[in-house]
């Protein structure tokens, strides 16, 4: 069965805080909509479990955070993977979208 989700028009921005819209949940891999205003962050985080991470910057451009301070741009267009156990984090320079997969699901 195929599922349309209409991120641009679902997921919304929020003035306090970074935005969230699960978008598509199984046993094989979740899907999130995070939606940042210039200067949200998703501090640096890790999971302690086997797996890998997309996220897919939708719109919009901010810093990929990792480990020991490392920063990498990012914009409308660019994908960052990684294993879920390296820390990763994301702040938003502009106004931001990013679709988030992991594989699996936590």
Known sequence: MLKRV??????KFN???MARLLVHDSP???????NFKAGQE???HSH??????SIVVLE?????LGKDGQT????????LISDISE??????ETDMRVLVTIAPPL
């Open 6 to 11: 209409e991120v641009f028009k679902d997921g």
């Open 15 to 17: 003035d306090l805080a």
């Open 28 to 34: 094989y891999f979740r899907v999130l909509n995070f």
């Open 42 to 44: 998703l501090p640096i």
């Open 48 to 53: 302690d479990t086997d797996g890998q991470l």
């Open 60 to 64: 919009g451009k901010g810093l990929f």
């Open 72 to 79: 990498l741009p990012a914009g409308t267009g660019d994908v």
């Open 87 to 92: 820390p990763h984090g994301v702040r938003a």
